[in-house]
């Protein structure tokens, strides 16, 4: 399992050792002593999944303090473009993103930490999305920034994308006032 920094402090790539044969293929997801040898000490006490079709949009989300989460998200099936926003107000990459394509050939996996938006486009039907989280869900600490806010310029690349009626109604970054 190789971790990679990325440019935004504590936001990490995971690319598993997946040994493939005429069966098919295994490979660790999660491995507690190599997490915590590389920084990520949380514990992850949730696990979620979605199915999406092609050109479905979910995002930008987070959870404010004290119900802040980090997760360890990856495609088990299909692919998607997934983003990680810096909303650490005294970070030198507040407001800043990052994009990588997750999906279930290289298996690739984002390590989000705490005090980040996160959001994600399918980019194939049938895409199976799943993510670990250090915290537990809670409604009241939900927030959502505007996902094609012109001032974080995302590259989505897509016009019309299917999305939630939450997250239609997202904040603009002008306005937000962040947590973290």
């Known amino acids: 399992m190789e971790v990679i920094n990325t440019n935004i ?7 598993p050792s997946v040994f493939e044969d005429e069966r098919g293929y295994f490979y660790e997801s999660y491995n507690k002593a190599i997490f915590e040898k590389n920084g990520i000490i949380e514990e992850f006490i949730q ?25 360890l998200v990856r ?6 473009l997934d983003v990680a ?5 005294n970070s030198p990459t507040y407001g800043k993103y990052f994009s990588l394509i997750i999906d279930e050939y290289e298996k690739k ?13 399918t980019l194939e039907d049938n895409t199976i999305f ?16 505007l996902w094609s806010d012109s001032d974080l310029n995302i590259a989505w690349n897509i016009a019309n994308p299917t999305i939630s009626d939450k997250d239609k109604k997202g904040k603009p970054f002008a306005n937000f006032i962040s947590k973290f």
Request: glycine residues 8%; contains cysteine.
């Open 130 to 145: 799943t993510y670990k989280c250090s915290n537990k869900y809670n409604k009241e600490a939900e927030d959502t920034l």
């Open 75 to 80: 495609v088990i099936k299909g692919s998607v």
């Open 85 to 89: 926003l810096d909303i650490r107000k």
């Open 9 to 15: 402090s504590g936001l990490l790539i995971i690319s």
């Open 47 to 71: 696990d979620n999944q979605s199915k999406s079709n092609k050109g479905v949009l979910r995002g930008m989300h987070f959870q404010n303090p004290p119900y802040a989460q980090s997760k």
């Open 109 to 121: 996996m984002l390590y989000i930490p705490v005090g980040f938006a996160h959001g994600f486009l």
